[in-house]
């Protein structure tokens, strides 16, 4: 579904002459046609397919953070035109991406599995981390909640 609807973006950014989103979503489908032939050879051996649109999640969470980097290094740099176009594609990236929970939502959900798990030091962090990613991954940037969590477990 999230597949089709990008295609869709693609082709009506064509049309209206959009060139920037045209290049974002192009770099899109390039990365999602990467990852179909990377896991060509798993599928082969027998592997469990991969529901399409957790793929397509999957693909879009590494482009974002990929970005993120990326305006970062540009900023320290004095780049603002390279950190503009990664801005303009990380918005495009963003545009398909589940909505993000934010820090107290994060938190609850991070207390309710602590709750739930019986995790009490960071000798659970990584059970909880597991959960949690098993639970909200496709809405949550896990880098970020690695620090929540590991505060939390710290109290």
């Known amino acids: 579904m999230l597949r089709e609807r990008i295609k869709q973006e693609t082709i009506a950014a064509m049309k209206g002459g959009d060139k920037e989103r045209t290049a974002a979503l192009r770099l899109i489908a390039a990365k999602l046609k990467d990852r179909d032939i990377e896991l060509r050879p ?14 397509v999640i999957d693909v879009l969470q590494k482009m974002a953070k990929q970005r993120r980097e990326s305006i970062e290094m540009y900023q320290a740099g004095g780049r603002a035109e390279l950190e503009a176009q990664e801005r303009g594609e990380l918005a495009v990236i963003e545009e398909f991406m589940p909505q993000q929970l934010g820090e107290t939502e994060t938190l609850a959900a991070i207390e309710a599995i602590k709750a739930e798990l019986g995790a009490t030091g960071l000798k659970d962090m990584g059970r909880v981390m597991a959960e949690l990613k098993a639970r909200h991954g496709a809405q949550l940037d896990m880098s970020k909640a690695s620090g929540l969590v590991k505060a939390s477990l710290s109290d």
């Open 42 to 55: 798993k599928l082969a051996a027998g592997a469990e397919p991969i529901d399409d649109d957790a793929l």
